[in-house]
């Protein structure tokens, strides 16, 4: 079977959290909006009482070392509720600034808050993704009936998991969950998640990719 994982908003849990994946020899994408970044570490918001920070762009390319890259437009906006056109450039715009700093090609795209129709959906394929992902949960996931709504398998968070994993094991087919790092809150959950990905690394039926390479 193939796994991919993908990770939404470059915040500074993704620096642990992308040791904890290069240890288990791990694959994932990290899915960013580069206008919210500044050179050093940002204060961002709060979540049940924990700050969220985003990663200072200074940092980015040794934290994603490795890794693959896809965009989520420029500043997060609502993609339904704003302008065609600008939403336009914030995908466009997205897209050019990843690859220029990055320096590959950036192949993929995350709605902002999973959040598309039949419009916002087509200016991300015509600005040129492969792929597109919602939050929305489909087992069999792949191959998507449209690549601009690529649906995962679950949250890694998902009490069903380990069940879904387990059935899409069956069937040889392609297991995608997703995430934030910033809802890794606690030492315990931590160790959750190392445990999580070591166990689908030593999986000998898994081949970890990143969901660009499936398309
Ligand atoms: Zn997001």
């Not at 960013?32 to 940002?42: C, F, G, T, V, Y």
């Not at 890794?184 to 081949?207: G, H, L, N, Q």
Request: hydrophobic share 35%.
């Amino acid at each position: 079977m193939i796994v991919v994982q993908c990770w939404d908003d470059g915040v500074t849990n993704d620096a642990p959290l992308t040791d904890i994946l290069r240890k288990h020899k791990a694959k994932a994408c990290f899915n960013l909006n580069p206008a919210l970044h500044s050179q050093e570490r940002k204060y961002s918001w709060s979540r049940n009482g924990y700050e969220i920070w985003k990663l200072g762009l200074k940092e980015l390319k040794s934290v994603y070392e490795g890794f693959d890259i896809a965009g989520h437009s420029m500043t997060h906006p609502h993609p339904n509720q704003i302008e065609p056109e600008k939403w336009k450039s914030e995908v466009a715009d997205c897209k050019k600034y990843l690859e220029d700093f990055f320096g590959f090609e950036v192949r993929g795209f995350a709605y902002p808050f999973g959040e598309y129709n039949d419009v916002t959906k087509e200016i991300v394929r015509e600005c040129g993704h492969s792929y597109a992902r919602t939050t929305k949960n489909l087992n069999p996931c792949y191959p998507p009936a449209d690549t601009m709504q690529f649906h995962s398998n679950c949250h890694f968070l998902s009490d069903k998991f380990w069940t879904e994993f387990e059935s899409v094991k069956k069937t040889d087919g392609v297991f995608y969950f997703w995430g934030h790092s910033y809802e890794i809150e606690t030492d315990a959950m931590w160790k959750d998640f190392d445990d999580k990905i070591k166990r689908i690394s030593e999986d000998k039926s898994v081949i970890w990719k990143v969901p660009a390479d499936l398309f």
